[in-house]
């Protein structure tokens, strides 16, 4: 056995608790004299340690002989038949077993053990640039892919998750979502907007699975993680965890994400935006060339009827200043003949100022 190295990799994904694993290594070590490395993620092996003794630790916590601090008001007599939240129980899980003894145990194993500890750690950025280099995705993605790659980067750096296996997993994932996109029906106008959105949630979704992100505790923190994650897209969540992808779904949530954020995906330079922002700065000549391209866009349909409220703003400050009210009557008429001709309009939004000429069944 003397001549023999062992090599054990990935001891993270072993499903033995860490003291067999590491009782089975001592034998071999010193009582065969075998030479043995050891190949793992020690800060993956911490959390599945504490995970797994997670059920024993709560059937401890609920014995109620224990005396807990700060309790007086959870644990009165004419309380003892309240059903006891999770939070609670959480709580006493935590007094009775500390994250740092899975810590010092851990350690007390290691040193007792392991020798010598190599650490390696890859220069992942660079490595990962290149992946997207040399990725079949189109060009235009690549360049938003390198352009936030520093993004990714922190990400994964902050929850302790730079694994190259997994980012070529989101790579290979979103290069078959973006292939199914020439069958969905997308506006130009919002085509890179849907795109953005689409590589940022398939990349959150591949790393949360891949990683095993958990829920966090904290209820607070809990409520702020559930509202990120129901704002990404189910589909694609769906697609990285099962490699199933329900393009049906996928267009609906795609159509949702448009009709919510509609108003942010209107350019900048829009001349309803410019003259909204700007007109303050400006000539009258300047803002009377904005009023026409603005009735030129509604008489083109451009503007989707959510948005009629924020394109109306602007009209109404300036005709309070003294601009020709035709200006704003034209846009009103224009909207309404819109509406009428929509067959699906949506409400426009909350800052829309109701006029009294315009119809109910229009409202």
Same mark, same amino acid.
């Given at each position: ?21 590491? @009782? ?8 065969? @004299? ?68 899975? &810590? ?34 189109? &060009? ?9 790659? &520093? ?37 130009? !106008?919002?085509?890179?907007? =849907? ?11 591949? =790393? ?44 609906? !949530? ?34 009377? !060339? ?5 009735? &030129? ?11 009629? @409220? !924020? ?53």
């Amino acid at each position: 056995m003397t001549s023999y190295i062992f090599i054990f990799d990935d001891i993270e994904r072993c499903d033995c608790s860490l003291n067999e694993i590491l @009782g089975f290594i001592n034998g071999l070590v010193e009582h065969e @004299g075998v030479k043995v490395i050891l190949v793992a993620n020690e800060k993956e092996i911490q959390i599945k340690e504490e995970i797994d003794r997670k059920e024993l630790q709560y059937l401890v916590a609920l014995n109620e002989e224990i005396e807990y601090p700060n309790v007086e008001d959870i644990w009165r007599d004419e309380n003892r038949k309240v059903p006891l939240t999770a939070e609670e129980l959480e709580r006493r899980r935590k007094i009775l077993f500390p994250k740092n003894l899975v &810590d010092d145990e851990f350690k007390k194993i290691r040193e007792k053990l392991i020798g010598i500890t190599l650490r390696f750690q890859p220069d992942a950025k660079p490595i990962c640039s290149e992946m997207i280099r040399t990725s079949p995705i189109s &060009d235009e993605i690549k360049e938003t892919l390198l352009k936030n790659l &520093d993004s990714y980067y922190a990400t994964m750096q902050n929850m302790n998750h730079l694994n190259l296996r997994t980012f070529q997993f989101f790579l290979s994932k979103l290069n078959n979502i973006i292939s199914s996109l020439s069958s969905l029906t997308i506006p130009f !106008e919002y085509a890179e907007a =849907v795109e953005y959105k689409i590589v940022s949630d398939c990349f959150s979704s591949a =790393v949360d699975f891949k990683a095993n992100v958990q829920p966090p505790e904290d209820r607070i923190a809990r409520i702020t993680f559930e509202l990120l994650q129901e704002k990404r897209s189910k589909a694609i969540k769906q697609y990285i965890e099962t490699g199933e992808l329900k393009i049906e779904k996928l267009q609906e !949530e795609i159509n949702r994400f448009i009709d919510e954020n509609v108003i942010d995906l209107i350019p900048a330079d829009d001349p309803y935006k410019m003259l909204q922002k700007e007109y303050y700065l400006h000539s009258q000549s300047w803002c009377e !060339e904005r009023i026409t391209e603005i009735l &030129d866009n509604l008489k083109g349909n451009v503007y989707p009827t959510i948005a009629y @409220g !924020e394109v109306l703003r602007p009209l109404l400050i300036l005709e309070s200043m003294g601009f020709d009210k035709r200006s704003l009557d034209d846009a009103k008429q224009l909207m309404i003949a819109n509406i009428e001709k929509a067959d699906h309009p949506q409400a426009p939004n909350d800052h829309l100022v109701v006029f009294e000429d315009i119809p109910d069944r229009v409202l």
